[in-house]
């Protein structure tokens, strides 16, 4: 199993360019979700899924959209990229809410 | 405002003793709680649960306390080993298929 993969790893973007940040689990996991991290603020929550065809907002949603076509992937949008969105981003999926499988991180930075 | 605070950003501990990381969180509805540990340029893996009916919970050197009460829990590992340097974040939900909320974690180094 490859697990929780993320793809890219590195990106950079101008402001107001719009992107979107993969991830795809082979695990078969209904529950997955989007954080973001950011030094001195932990990991913040952006958006949740608990199933195909169903999301939910997190802590921090504005400024991104997801959708979740198939339990597989849960892609992560970023509608106009604005330098406060500079992180790192961090997909993750488990079969409950709890012990969840995180994937390596994309780093994003938005000049 | 946090709903999970971790209020020691950075701890040190001599090889071989008790490290103690702290979490408080303020949303009573909060039911299962987590601890995460994150190496530099990985994602977070898993470490130890707890759900509110319990009020330890041991797993080989790591042991997580909870006390609904004071809503405040505790990692200690025993004996701490250089291994164990990483950032630790404190998660918690209002039940197991709920959203995680993690706190602003606290970064431990074990000194040799």
């Known amino acids: 199993n490859a697990g929780v993969t993320q793809t890219p790893k590195f990106q950079v973007l101008k402001t107001g360019q719009s992107m979107t940040l993969q991830c795809a689990q082979d695990m078969n996991h209904e529950y997955m979700s989007w954080y973001r991290q950011d030094p001195g603020m932990g990991l913040r929550l952006i958006h949740y899924s608990v199933g195909a065809g169903i999301t939910d907002q997190g802590e921090v949603p504005n400024g991104y959209n997801v959708s979740r076509s198939t339990t597989e992937d849960f892609p992560l949008r970023l509608l106009s990229a604005a330098p406060s969105q500079t992180s790192v981003y961090f997909c993750?999926?488990?079969?409950?809410?709890?012990?969840?499988?995180f994937g390596p991180g994309t780093r994003l930075t938005v000049l | 405002d946090q709903q999970v605070k971790q209020n020691s950003p950075s701890l040190s501990v001599q090889e071989g003793r008790i490290s103690i990381l702290n979490c408080d969180y303020t949303n009573s509805m909060f039911d299962y709680f987590l601890w995460y540990k994150k190496y530099p340029a990985e994602g977070p893996t898993f470490l130890i649960s707890i759900s509110s009916i319990k009020d330890k919970n041991e797993d080989g050197r790591f042991t997580v306390f909870l006390n609904k009460s004071a809503k405040h829990l505790s990692l200690h590992i025993v004996p701490s080993q250089p291994g164990d340097s990483a950032v630790y974040f404190c998660a918690a939900s209002e039940t197991s298929y709920d959203k995680v909320i993690f706190g602003p974690g606290t970064s431990l180094s074990v000194i040799p």
């Open positions: 993750a999926s488990s079969y409950s809410a709890g012990k969840q499988f």
